[in-house]
């Protein structure tokens, strides 16, 4: 298959068109994959489809976004872009701002974004920042800047970003020939629930697809701000990438929750590492921990008696476990040495 991209693939329904000015790393066409052994976990009766976005270029949903966004920039002459981020957006952002030749200046929470994300962002060659406060005040600090410096700015604030990510939903519907009975996924800055609905609402309107799915949402519990109903100052969990309080497009995702007839739950971390495990042993799939709040609230909704039988479930795996693998490290116990000898080995594993 000649694929160059989701700008190319879809131009018709995206503000940037193919041509000279466009910036692409070939994103987009992920893996959706059919988990039967994670459906019998749940339920044997449900047909669940994973869509592997950590097979994008750097690993995460964010580059989707991140092409139409800086071919965007890129189009108006812009020569810089910023960010604040938790770690998928500075990888993205470093990646294809250097792709495209621009500067690319980054704001981060200090000891709050994860070591493979950090590294992505420094070789790509990023000015980073680390600031002595969380995500959402680095996110206050850099739309600031993009007001008042020219620099665009490229988080999900950036409409561009939601046009770019909306295009996994219609991939989705492509490959299944329709819209699931229900799409879960973690819920952070909430830019990537909205754009899946926008993605579904576009479709339906041109009658590609015939029915919408329900948006089941799941935020940490640590991190649930749409949950509570009200900011929360000091978000924490295990999932860095939705380690926010202050979601910018929690409106949004409110507005997709409702229109749908979907939900905006929370799991907790002890929930979302067992996702973790769950997808990785059970289908082989490595997805960083926030990927599985997803998972989580699978478990947890079909368990409250939400999941209808015989339903098509979508779970979006937002990333790669590469991007944070000391968490693999850490829920596992040490591996202690054994003698280098064929009886000892045979008795370590327990053949």
């Known amino acids: 298959m000649d694929w160059r991209g989701v700008i190319q693939k879809y131009e018709k329904y995206l503000p ?17 994959i059919r988990a039967n052994r994670l459906a019998e976990l749940v339920d044997g009766g449900l047909d669940i489809y994973l ?40 990888a993205s952002a470093a990646a294809y701002g250097a792709r495209a030749g621009l500067a690319v200046y980054v704001v981060v929470p200090e000891g709050k974004i994860a070591l493979g994300k950090l590294s992505q962002a420094l070789i790509h060659g990023a000015r980073i920042i680390q600031v002595k406060g969380n995500f959402d005040q680095a996110l206050k600090i850099v739309r600031d800047i993009s007001s008042k410096y ?11 970003r939601i046009e770019g990510q909306k295009t996994a939903a219609f991939e989705i519907c492509d490959s299944l020939g329709g819209a699931p009975d229900y799409h879960f996924l973690p819920v952070g800055n909430a830019g990537n629930i909205t754009a899946y609905w926008k993605g579904y609402l576009e479709y339906r309107s041109l009658n590609i697809i015939d029915r919408l799915p329900k948006m089941m949402g799941f935020q940490a519990q640590g991190a649930a701000p749409l949950v509570h109903g009200k900011v929360v100052e000091n978000p924490e969990t295990v999932a860095t990438a939705i380690r926010i309080g202050n979601p910018a497009s929690g409106r949004e995702a409110l507005r997709a929750r409702d229109e749908s007839g979907g939900i905006i739950d929370m799991v907790t971390d002890r929930e979302i590492m067992e996702g973790y495990k769950a997808v990785a042993s059970l289908e082989g799939i490595f997805c960083e921990p926030a990927s599985a709040a997803g ?5 947890k909704s079909y368990k409250k008696g939400l999941i209808k039988k015989g339903s098509c479930l979508v779970l979006t795996l937002t990333g790669s476990g590469l991007k944070d693998p000391d968490c693999a490290t850490a829920v596992y116990e040490a591996l202690p040495p054994v003698p280098a000898t064929f009886d000892a080995v045979v008795e370590a594993l327990k053949i």
């Open 16 to 32: 940037a068109k193919y041509g000279p000015w466009v910036v692409t790393l070939l994103e987009g066409n992920t893996p959706l």
């Open 51 to 90: 869509k592997v976005e950590g097979a994008n270029p750097t690993g995460s949903f964010k580059d989707r976004g991140m092409t139409v966004a800086v071919s965007k920039a890129r189009e108006e002459r812009s020569r810089a872009i910023i960010c604040a981020s938790t770690g998928n957006t500075s």
């Open 150 to 160: 020219p620099a665009t700015l490229v988080n999900s604030l950036n409409p561009n």
């Open 295 to 299: 998972i989580a609230g699978l478990v």
